[in-house]
C-alpha cells in the first residue's frame, strides 16, 4: 500500500482531532469496514480527558459494544478513570475485571469518572448524569436511531458519532408511514440524520485495514457508493493455503473458491427452497470441516504464517433457525467457531469467513433480504478470506424486481431500492471477476 494512502489517512485523524480540540462543531466521522472506528474513540477519549480536561460520554447501541469500548479505552489509558454505566444489579462484566481504573456503576448519583460509557438506552433511562459532559461520543452511531439520540442529545455540549454507513439500519418496530418523506425521522440513523440538518462536520476515514484491496472493489461499490476508500493490503498479499491436498468434490469447490480471491461465491444449482436450505448447511459444514481436517494456514501480514484455528473462523447467517442449523451441522468437533447472524456479527472480525447468501433459494425479493446492510456485513467481515454460498439464480430475482413497497410523496430514501441496486451491483462484479463457483 503506498505511502500516500497511509499519510493521507493519517491526515483524517489529525483533521478530526483538530476540530476536537479547536472548535465548537459536532462531528461526524463516516468509516469503512475495519478502519479503525474504535481506536479513534479511544485517542479523541484521550484527547479530550488528558489534553483539554473535559468530562466524556460514550454511548453505544448494544451492552457487549460498551463493555468492548470500556476495556479497549482503560488498556490504552490505564490513567483515565472510567464508569461502565449498567442496569440496576447488572453485575461486573468479565471483560472488566482486574481493570482498576474501572468502576461499574448503576446509579447516576455514583458516577465519578473521566469517561463514563454505556448504551444509548441505559442514558435514555436518566434524567440527568452527575453534572453535564463537555463531549459525547456516539459508538457505531450508524446503529443508533435518531430518536435515541435525541434523547441523550442534550446531556453533553458537544456530540461525535462515529459509524459505518453501509451496514444494518436501526431496527424500529412502530410504523414508519408518517416518518417516510422525513430525513428527520426517528427512525432515521443518527449520523444521516445529523448530516441531513446540517447539524455536524463530516469526516470520512480513507482506508481499511481489514479488507483486503480485491474485497474493497466488490464491497465499495456495492454497498459504500458515497464513500471513497482503499484496502490497506493489495489483493493477494494475505491468503489461506492448504498443507494437506484435498479429495472430495467439496475440496475442489473450497479450493477454486480460495482460488479466485478474497471474496467469492460457491454457487449450487437454482432450487425455489425453505429458509433453512438443508443442502447449503450441509455444504458449509463440510467446508469448515475440510479447511479444519486438511490443516490450512493463513499467511497474514499482522501474524505471518500460522495453522488455521477455530477461532479464526465465522459463519454468517440471517435468521436464528439458520444459525441454530449451521451449529448443529458443524458440530461439538470445532468448537471455537463463531457462527451468528448477520445484526450480531456487527462489528466482529475473522480471519476467514463462510456465509450464506440472503437472497439464496427465493423465489422473489422481500423486505427483509433485500435490505443490503445484511449482506455488507457477512462480506466485511474477513481479514483473509470471505466465501459466500448460496444458489443460482440470484441475478434472475434481482433482473424480475418489482418494487410493491409503501411509497409517500416526498420520500427521500428508498430503501429497498437501495438494497436491490446493492445486491444486483455485488452479483455483476463477482460474476465479472470470474469469483462464482458453481458446482
Same mark, same amino acid.
Given at each position: 500500500?503506498?505511502?500516500?494512502?497511509?499519510?493521507?489517512?493519517?491526515?483524517? +485523524?489529525?483533521?478530526?482531532?483538530?476540530?476536537?480540540?479547536?472548535?465548537?462543531?459536532?462531528?461526524?466521522?463516516?468509516?469503512?469496514?475495519?478502519?479503525?472506528?474504535?481506536?479513534?474513540?479511544?485517542?479523541?477519549?484521550?484527547?479530550?480527558?488528558?489534553? @483539554?480536561?473535559?468530562?466524556?460520554?460514550?454511548?453505544?447501541?448494544?451492552?457487549? *459494544?460498551?463493555?468492548?469500548?470500556?476495556?479497549?479505552?482503560?488498556?490504552?489509558?490505564?490513567?483515565?478513570?472510567?464508569?461502565?454505566?449498567?442496569?440496576?444489579?447488572?453485575?461486573?462484566?468479565?471483560?472488566?475485571?482486574?481493570?482498576?481504573?474501572?468502576?461499574?456503576?448503576?446509579?447516576?448519583?455514583?458516577?465519578?469518572?473521566?469517561?463514563?460509557?454505556?448504551?444509548?438506552?441505559? %442514558?435514555? /433511562?436518566?434524567?440527568?448524569?452527575?453534572?453535564?459532559?463537555?463531549?459525547?461520543?456516539? /459508538?457505531?452511531?450508524?446503529?443508533?436511531?435518531?430518536?435515541?439520540? @435525541?434523547?441523550?442529545?442534550?446531556?453533553?455540549?458537544?456530540?461525535?458519532?462515529?459509524?459505518?454507513?453501509?451496514?444494518?439500519?436501526?431496527? +424500529?418496530?412502530?410504523?414508519?408511514?408518517?416518518?417516510?418523506?422525513?430525513?428527520?425521522?426517528?427512525?432515521?440513523?443518527?449520523?444521516?440524520?445529523?448530516?441531513?440538518?446540517?447539524?455536524?462536520?463530516?469526516?470520512?476515514?480513507?482506508?481499511?485495514?481489514?479488507?483486503?484491496?480485491? +474485497?474493497? /472493489?466488490?464491497?465499495?461499490?456495492? %454497498?459504500?457508493?458515497?464513500?471513497?476508500?482503499?484496502?490497506?493490503?493489495?489483493?493477494?498479499?494475505?491468503?489461506?493455503?492448504?498443507?494437506?491436498?484435498?479429495?472430495?468434490?467439496?475440496?475442489?469447490?473450497?479450493?477454486?473458491?480460495?482460488?479466485?480471491?478474497?471474496?467469492?461465491?460457491?454457487?449450487?444449482?437454482?432450487?425455489?427452497?425453505?429458509?433453512?436450505?438443508?443442502?447449503?448447511?450441509?455444504?458449509?459444514?463440510?467446508?469448515?470441516?475440510?479447511?479444519?481436517?486438511?490443516?490450512?494456514?493463513?499467511?497474514?501480514?499482522?501474524?505471518?504464517?500460522?495453522?488455521?484455528?477455530?477461532?479464526?473462523?465465522?459463519?454468517?447467517?440471517?435468521?436464528?433457525? *439458520?444459525?441454530?442449523?449451521?451449529?448443529?451441522?458443524?458440530?461439538?468437533?470445532?468448537?471455537?467457531?463463531?457462527?451468528? +447472524?448477520?445484526?450480531?456479527?456487527?462489528?466482529?472480525?475473522?480471519?476467514?469467513? %463462510?456465509?450464506?447468501?440472503?437472497?439464496?433459494?427465493?423465489?422473489?425479493?422481500?423486505?427483509?433480504?433485500?435490505?443490503?446492510?445484511?449482506?455488507?456485513?457477512?462480506?466485511?467481515?474477513?481479514?483473509?478470506?470471505?466465501?459466500?454460498?448460496?444458489?443460482?439464480?440470484?441475478?434472475?430475482?434481482?433482473?424480475?424486481?418489482?418494487?410493491?413497497?409503501?411509497?409517500?410523496?416526498?420520500?427521500?430514501?428508498?430503501?429497498?431500492?437501495?438494497?436491490?441496486?446493492?445486491?444486483?451491483?455485488?452479483?455483476?462484479?463477482?460474476?465479472?471477476?470470474?469469483?462464482?463457483?458453481?458446482?
Amino acid at each position: 500500500m503506498s505511502a500516500s494512502l497511509l499519510n493521507r489517512a493519517d491526515d483524517v +485523524t489529525n483533521e478530526v482531532m483538530n476540530a476536537v480540540a479547536h472548535t465548537d462543531d459536532d462531528i461526524v466521522v463516516r468509516s469503512p469496514p475495519g478502519a479503525g472506528k474504535t481506536r479513534l474513540l479511544e485517542d479523541v477519549s484521550a484527547l479530550a480527558v488528558l489534553i @483539554l480536561e473535559m468530562r466524556v460520554m460514550v454511548a453505544c447501541p448494544s451492552n457487549d *459494544q460498551a463493555t468492548e469500548v470500556t476495556a479497549r479505552i482503560a488498556k490504552a489509558y490505564p490513567q483515565i478513570r472510567i464508569d461502565r454505566f449498567v442496569k440496576r444489579g447488572g453485575g461486573i462484566p468479565s471483560k472488566l475485571r482486574g481493570l482498576p481504573n474501572v468502576t461499574v456503576v448503576d446509579k447516576a448519583e455514583d458516577l465519578h469518572g473521566n469517561i463514563t460509557v454505556g448504551t444509548v438506552k441505559k %442514558f435514555a /433511562e436518566v434524567e440527568e448524569l452527575d453534572g453535564p459532559r463537555d463531549l459525547a461520543l456516539f /459508538e457505531e452511531a450508524y446503529q443508533t436511531n435518531f430518536a435515541g439520540f @435525541l434523547r441523550v442529545h442534550d446531556m453533553a455540549g458537544r456530540r461525535m458519532a462515529i459509524g459505518d454507513p453501509g451496514q444494518i439500519d436501526p431496527f +424500529t418496530k412502530a410504523s414508519l408511514r408518517h416518518f417516510a418523506s422525513d430525513p428527520l425521522g426517528p427512525h432515521v440513523a443518527a449520523p444521516k440524520a445529523m448530516l441531513a440538518a446540517n447539524l455536524a462536520r463530516p469526516f470520512d476515514l480513507p482506508l481499511t485495514r481489514r479488507l483486503p484491496q480485491d +474485497t474493497v /472493489e466488490i464491497v465499495r461499490p456495492a %454497498f459504500y457508493p458515497t464513500l471513497s476508500f482503499s484496502g490497506v493490503a493489495p489483493a493477494g498479499q494475505r491468503r489461506v493455503d492448504h498443507c494437506a491436498a484435498g479429495s472430495t468434490p467439496n475440496d475442489q469447490l473450497l479450493d477454486r473458491a480460495l482460488g479466485a480471491g478474497s471474496l467469492s461465491m460457491i454457487s449450487l444449482p437454482r432450487e425455489d427452497g425453505p429458509r433453512v436450505d438443508s443442502e447449503i448447511v450441509g455444504l458449509v459444514a463440510d467446508l469448515v470441516d475440510r479447511m479444519m481436517v486438511r490443516q490450512f494456514h493463513v499467511f497474514d501480514d499482522d501474524d505471518g504464517e500460522r495453522a488455521i484455528t477455530p477461532d479464526d473462523i465465522g459463519v454468517v447467517a440471517y435468521h436464528r433457525d *439458520q444459525v441454530a442449523a449451521l451449529r448443529a451441522a458443524i458440530g461439538p468437533q470445532h468448537r471455537g467457531i463463531h457462527v451468528e +447472524t448477520a445484526n450480531r456479527f456487527q462489528g466482529l472480525e475473522k480471519k476467514v469467513i %463462510f456465509s450464506l447468501h440472503s437472497l439464496s433459494g427465493k423465489r422473489r425479493l422481500d423486505g427483509f433480504s433485500t435490505l443490503g446492510g445484511r449482506m455488507c456485513v457477512a462480506a466485511s467481515r474477513h481479514r483473509v478470506n470471505c466465501i459466500i454460498v448460496g444458489r443460482d439464480g440470484v441475478q434472475d430475482i434481482l433482473d424480475r424486481f418489482s418494487p410493491d413497497d409503501a411509497r409517500y410523496l416526498g420520500q427521500v430514501d428508498d430503501p429497498y431500492y437501495d438494497g436491490w441496486r446493492a445486491h444486483s451491483v455485488f452479483a455483476r462484479a463477482l460474476e465479472e471477476r470470474n469469483a462464482i463457483i458453481r458446482r
